[in-house]
């Protein structure tokens, strides 16, 4: 009985001391360049599934550590046109209608930063190749684009590498 309380204990420890703190912040979500309709800002819950996706990403590809992204444009893939005489309005895809997302982040292990950089991420083949989010799930462009770019900047090697 004693060795499971222990083994309990040292599981919990465990367990917290691999929990990440990843914090996304979006600056000026008024001036990107997309995320908008004709009336300006209209989707703020496309900020929150984006943010909900780099924060699930980040606890399972860095644990431990703590990462900080600041999000600084958005464009998502297609453009909002008109649909009709209706006044509604529809995302529509088009091989120059790439998704793009710029950031900075940077990556802290016991409150030393081990990484950090800036970068525009754009998929010009977003429409060509496999993509492993279903064609039902919203976002599934930009989150292959993040995806794709977390697996090349936060490799293994990267991730396990020891803190300077």
Do not use: C
Request: no cysteine.
């Amino acid at each position: 009985m004693k060795t499971r309380w222990i083994a309990l204990a040292t599981l919990a420890a465990a367990s917290a001391a691999a929990q990440a703190d990843v914090q996304v912040n979006f600056i000026e979500p008024d001036k990107f360049s997309d995320i908008k309709d004709n009336n300006g800002f209209r989707e703020p819950e496309v900020l929150g599934e984006l943010k909900t996706f780099l924060v699930a990403q980040f606890e399972k590809r860095l644990p431990g550590r703590d990462v900080r992204i600041d999000v600084t444009d958005v464009d998502l893939a297609g453009e909002v046109e008109p649909f009709l005489w209706r006044g509604q309005w529809l995302r529509v895809m088009r091989s120059v209608t790439s998704p793009s997302i710029e950031l900075s982040f940077e990556v802290r292990e016991g409150g030393k930063v081990v990484q950090q950089g800036k970068t525009r991420l754009r998929d010009m083949n977003y429409q060509d190749g496999f993509n492993m989010f279903g064609s039902s799930e919203s976002l599934r462009h930009e989150k292959r684009m993040l995806d794709r770019w977390m697996q090349r900047e936060f490799s293994t090697a990267v991730a396990v590498a020891p803190a300077r």
